[in-house]
């Protein structure tokens, strides 16, 4: 499926070129961006062969940002000693082995320190070569835990372990997991692929142009995601702000406390459970929003949705009062001291927190648990 939608890519910008171009240039263009996807379909279902390994050293005293750039395969970093390590293995696909290795004859693996950028790790290709199809690299990193990090990659997958210096890692397309980061700002962000953060006590932003987001076990002062498309997924969160966006997707929230805890949708659901939080704010357009809190809730709260339906639980020993409205929908629960067509309210305990529900096209529904 996936070459058969390229080739359709291939022909439209053919026809597209022809009335630019002509006929002749365009033709002759189209056979050879053929060829070319023949050759890589075919090299695809070829056997994947381990071509060439190596380690490379960068001596001890880096004190700038370590920097890794690659184009296709896996990038894994964890701690090690004083000196930073680089292990390498290239695999290349072939007819046989001599032919994987010609293929990824243009590859190699180089390192560098320079003076003002700091450490640098590459993939790189000769000169005047374009990085062959089919030819992955697969690096470990073994390098002080405290040292800052920049990972860049195309078409390949990064996870850091244990590196405590703050974490920048983008991918193009593949996943990005980072874990133990401890009080390092960790900033992650892919256009297609996931995105896995866990265990760290720093700043952490997470931002996915098509994939889904998981955030777990993070206690630093601000927590931010922000996904185009797919799900959102956090858990066990202790931070003062958190603040999450989803385009088309749903998000889930639990065990999380925060100060400030805001999440909004354009097209999914939004599910919060177990939270704690001075104020919460959570706003969908197109998508329901169900909220449950189990412990007795007495701070602020509002939650509107233009179309979809909102659902609130809470202890029956809660201290707040609610006010609901909707334009298109109904009112229901067993909490509401005062309940019309479009309009209720309900006062719990003394009514010091604020609760505010609000939908133009959807149902709202409140209940107290004992």
């Not at 002080?144 to 372990?161: F, G, K, M, W, Y």
């Not at 412990?295 to 659902?311: D, I, K, M, Q």
Request: charged content about 25%; proline content about 4%; some cysteine.
């Amino acid at each position: 499926m996936r070459w058969r939608m390229l080739g359709g890519v291939v022909f439209a910008f053919a026809c597209s070129y022809s009335m630019l171009c002509g006929f002749g240039h365009a033709w002759g263009w189209l056979g050879g961006a053929l060829d070319q996807l023949a050759e890589q379909i075919d090299v695809e279902c070829q056997p994947r062969f381990e071509v060439r390994r190596g380690t490379l050293t960068l001596p001890a005293d880096g004190e700038k940002r370590l920097r890794i750039e690659s184009l296709a395969g896996l990038v894994n970093v964890v701690p090690g000693g004083p000196e930073t390590v680089v292990e390498y293995v290239i695999y290349a696909r072939g007819e046989d082995k001599a032919d994987a290795r010609r293929r990824a004859e243009p590859v190699e693996v180089r390192c560098a320190r320079g003076p003002e950028s700091g450490d640098k790790i590459w993939v790189a290709v000769e000169k005047g070569e374009r990085y062959p199809p089919n030819v992955s690299v697969e690096l470990v990193v073994k390098t002080p835990p405290e040292r800052a990090l920049s990972i860049e990659v195309t078409s390949a997958d990064i996870h850091v372990t244990g590196i405590h210096g703050g974490v920048e890692a983008g991918a193009t397309s593949g996943d990005v997991r980072v874990a133990g980061s401890g009080g390092g700002p960790v900033v992650a962000s892919v256009t297609s692929g996931d995105i896995c953060v866990e265990d760290a006590d720093g700043r952490v932003e997470a931002r996915a142009t098509s994939g889904n987001v998981s955030l777990a076990a993070l206690r630093g002062p601000a927590t931010a995601a922000r996904v185009t498309s797919g799900d959102l997924r956090v858990t066990r969160i202790q931070s003062e702000e958190v603040s999450l966006q989803t385009s088309s997707g749903d998000t889930k929230l639990s065990e999380v406390e925060a100060d400030r805890i805001s999440a909004k949708s354009t097209s999914g659901g939004i599910t919060l459970k177990d939270l704690r939080a001075r104020r919460v704010a959570a706003g969908s357009t197109s998508g329901g929003i169900w909220i449950a809190f189990t412990r007795p809730f007495s701070a602020s709260l509002e939650a509107e949705a233009t179309s979809g339906n909102v659902c609130l639980t809470m202890p029956a020993s809660s201290d707040c009062a609610v006010h609901a409205t909707t334009v298109s929908g109904s009112i229901s629960g067993n909490a509401w001291s005062e309940i019309g067509r479009r309009e209720a309210g309900a006062r719990l305990g003394a009514g010091t927190g604020s609760v505010r529900l609000s939908t133009t096209s959807g149902d709202i529904r409140l209940d107290a648990a004992s």
